[in-house]
């Protein structure tokens, strides 16, 4: 399955379609929050070469200690690549205005695509509705799906439901381990609540993640989501 995703024009305008046939490694990394030593421990893991590609699910900034160190990890690196969370969003937006935010960082944001593909991967931070086409999809629903017909984290969770066609990674949903289905995998691993940075590795179909990680945020059990 190879299709390129077909999207309204609003989203399609911040679609970004890959080819990763000259690239060698290819990670999809789950929501970082600022937490830049985390990040830096779980690159020096999986030890990129040139050819390698990164692509965060988004939410790489707000909730942790150091979202301006992350910003420039990933923005000072060409093979590093980010979806637009719905944390980065709310910056856009104007919804919020923390007061770690620098010249260009609102920019920056603004430029991040909403959705990335390659082969039959999609990249979304929130996910898809299972029972609507994609075409129908809005930018915001795309930043923040997680129970279409529940209640928040009382699910049922869209991937419960969705069987493709695409291969969609996703954040948002903070899971107390990955969530890998056939057409959903779910990277946010909590690393901002003491839980850990996970990467997928897309060519050997494996995660890698770090070791539990210094909590910043403390969250309620009831919104940590165990996906077995
Ligand atoms: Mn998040």
């Not at 179909?205 to 009831?222: L, V």
């Amino acid at each position: 399955m190879n299709t390129t995703p077909q999207f309204s024009d609003d989203v399609e305008a911040h679609h970004e379609r890959l080819d990763i046939d000259s690239r060698g490694a290819v990670y999809v990394v789950g929501d970082v929050h600022g937490s830049r030593s985390a990040l830096e421990k779980l690159l020096a893991t999986l030890g990129l070469t040139d050819d390698d590609l990164v692509v965060f699910v988004g939410d790489l900034v707000r909730k942790g200690p150091d979202s301006p160190g992350v910003v420039d990890l990933v923005r000072g690196d060409p093979r590093l690549v980010s979806v637009r969370g719905n944390n980065e969003q709310k910056i856009v937006c104007g919804d919020t205005d923390p007061d770690w935010l620098r010249e260009g960082d609102r920019a920056y944001f603004e430029s991040l695509p909403v959705a990335i593909s390659f082969d039959g991967a999609l990249v979304v931070h929130g996910g898809v509705d299972p029972e609507r086409p994609l075409e129908s999809h809005t930018v915001d629903e795309l930043l923040t799906m997680r129970a279409p017909h529940g209640d928040g984290y009382d699910g049922p969770f869209w991937y419960d439901g969705y069987d493709g066609p695409h291969r969609v990674f996703f954040g948002h949903t903070v899971h107390d381990a990955p969530v890998e289905r056939e057409h959903a995998v779910g990277l946010d691993t909590g690393c901002v609540y003491g839980g850990t940075l996970t990467a997928y590795d897309y060519r050997n179909d494996e995660f890698r993640t770090t070791d539990p990680t210094t909590t910043h945020q403390e969250r309620a059990d009831s919104k940590i989501v165990n996906p077995a």
